[in-house]
């Protein structure tokens, strides 16, 4: 069984930086896809960036220049550096793991593509 448990959200001025971690047990992490989602109140869970087994990034436009996405598949973890933060980046953030064994190529943005999610941890961006 895969478990999936996200930390180091919380509160920052726009303009700031935050690095949200996701610690993964279980199965084979160097394998998985895996991405980064994100929920403000009332909106839908939007894909913001994807890391694929050979290191492979994608990122959604909005935070393009901004966000980092990296792995180290020494300590099965997911990581999300945020630079220049603004207001509309305030969310839920969740790490999300695709354990499937098709092939993981191109930006999959879409929920139904992964199969263990996180919890959650939010963060809130001040203006």
């Known amino acids: 069984q895969v478990q999936v448990a996200e930390s180091g959200g919380g509160s920052v001025q726009s303009g700031g930086s935050l690095r949200v971690s996701c610690a993964v047990s279980?199965?084979?992490?160097?394998?998985?896809?895996m991405a980064w989602f994100r929920q403000a109140p009332g909106k839908e869970r939007e894909g913001v960036a994807v890391?694929?087994?050979?290191?492979?990034?994608y990122y959604t436009d909005s935070v393009k220049g901004r966000f980092t996405i990296s792995r180290d598949n020494a300590k099965n973890a997911l990581y999300l550096q945020m630079n220049s933060l603004k207001a509309e980046d305030t969310a839920m953030y969740y790490c999300?793991?695709?354990?499937?064994?098709?092939?993981?190529?191109?930006?999959?943005?879409?929920?139904?593509?992964?199969?263990?999610w996180g919890q959650g941890t939010q963060v809130i961006v001040s203006s």
């Open positions: 999300a793991a695709r354990t499937t064994s098709r092939p993981c190529s191109g930006p999959l943005f879409a929920t139904y593509q992964y199969n263990y």
């Open positions: 279980g199965g084979s992490f160097s394998s998985y896809c």
């Open positions: 890391i694929n087994s050979a290191g492979a990034l």
